[in-house]
């Protein structure tokens, strides 16, 4: 069974101050995991992803998630948040199975970002 | 990187009515798509996926005569959402990988086509 778990429905942040949004998942099997990014009325943007190769990930626009098996966890970090940040961001699991598989999104965290 | 777009981004249809959505993927070979359903400030809810050439698998508590999808092609899958009605209205996001790509599950995602049904 696989399930994604995003801590926060909400998070607001300070420009300029650090981003964290935490996500727990659980797979059955070696999972792909994800982070993308949506603006409002627009499709998912990928920032990252780790897919059983280096556990720290670097994505695009500064943001960086950290693989952690011990503590089943994938979570997005930004060392300074911009107000362009602002957004829905989504983690998702996904096997490295490919004899068939199925993608677990979590429920989505809103950043927001104050000036 | 790989480019999927939706046709139309947008749109306002009768109760009753049918609307079609296309999900193309521009520049490689999507063997499987997606189709997602999205309410108003929630997650991505899956509908179906759909294999080129057979007919698309659907998750619990979907209508597949309500929501019918084809994939004749490599690189277009159709959604058809049937006699629509006011509850239909959504935001529908398809979503293509390329098994081809290395197997990593990585999903393309359309832009995402705004459905209100009058």
């Known amino acids: 069974a696989q399930s994604v778990t995003q801590l926060d429905s909400h998070v607001s942040v300070s420009e300029g101050t650090p981003v964290l949004l935490r996500c727990n998942y659980s797979s059955s099997y070696s999972p792909s995991l994800f982070w993308y990014v949506q603006h409002p009325n627009k499709g998912l943007q990928l920032l990252l992803k780790y897919t059983s190769a280096a556990t720290l990930v670097k994505g695009i626009n500064g943001f960086e998630a950290e693989f952690k098996k011990s503590e089943t966890s994938f979570h997005l970090t930004k060392p300074s948040a911009h107000m362009s940040d602002a957004a829905e961001y989504f983690c998702v699991v996904s096997p490295l199975n490919t004899g068939g598989f199925k993608t677990i999104f979590g429920a989505g965290t809103r950043l927001f970002v104050k000036a | 990187g790989a480019v999927v777009s939706q046709h139309p981004s947008r749109v306002i249809c009768k109760s009753g009515t049918s609307v079609k959505i296309e999900c193309r993927s521009l520049d490689f070979q999507a063997t499987t798509m997606f189709w997602y359903r999205q309410f108003p400030k929630q997650s991505l809810m899956l509908m179906a996926t759909s294999n080129e050439g057979s007919k698309a698998t659907y998750e619990q508590g979907v209508e597949k005569d309500k929501f019918l999808i084809n994939h004749a092609s490599l690189t277009l899958s159709t959604l058809t959402v049937t006699s629509a009605h006011p509850e239909d209205s959504s935001f529908y996001i398809c979503?293509?990988?390329?098994?081809?790509?290395?197997?990593?599950?990585?999903?393309?995602f359309g832009p995402g086509t705004r459905l209100t049904v009058l």
């Open positions: 979503s293509a990988t390329d098994l081809l790509a290395g197997g990593h599950n990585e999903q393309f």
